[in-house]
């Protein structure tokens, strides 16, 4: 049941980047170009997002588990740090270069399109460096 429903919420939240066209990064660029043609589409998107995980977030908080059944963890982080602020400007950095962000990058790259392919397997590659930095730290 709960794999059922993670793969029902990820169609949605892919079908949800399509229709709104923020699985193309010329759009997500025409946003960033405040001196250009600028495009507020994403705001919107955005703002919309917001609203319903607001919404989500306090049904969710009433209650001790999700609708699966499965326990509620609620982040416990209460502070910005270096590794946040960093982390941040890396993904700041990457959107703004590349017009993807990971949700919409792995949809386009399920529908093929080549610089998303390109983008994820950065992505991976990247979050495969922390992966082997972070078992050297923890040493």
Known sequence: MVALIAFGS???????????????????????????????SLAF????????TAAGFALLRRRRASLSGEPLRWPTATRVDVR?????????????????????????????????????AAMVAGMAIFSVLEKFKSR
């Open 10 to 40: 990820g169609l949605v939240f892919g079908l949800g980047l399509i229709i709104s066209g923020m699985a193309n990064p010329a759009k997500v660029l025409g946003f960033l170009d405040l001196a250009g043609a600028w495009d507020p």
């Open 45 to 52: 998107v955005m703002g919309g997002a917001v609203l319903v």
């Open 84 to 120: 946040l602020a960093v982390g941040s400007l890396a993904f700041g950095a990457g959107w703004g270069l590349a017009g993807f962000c990971p949700g919409p990058a792995l949809v386009a790259a399920s529908a093929g399109v080549s610089e998303a392919l390109i983008f994820v």
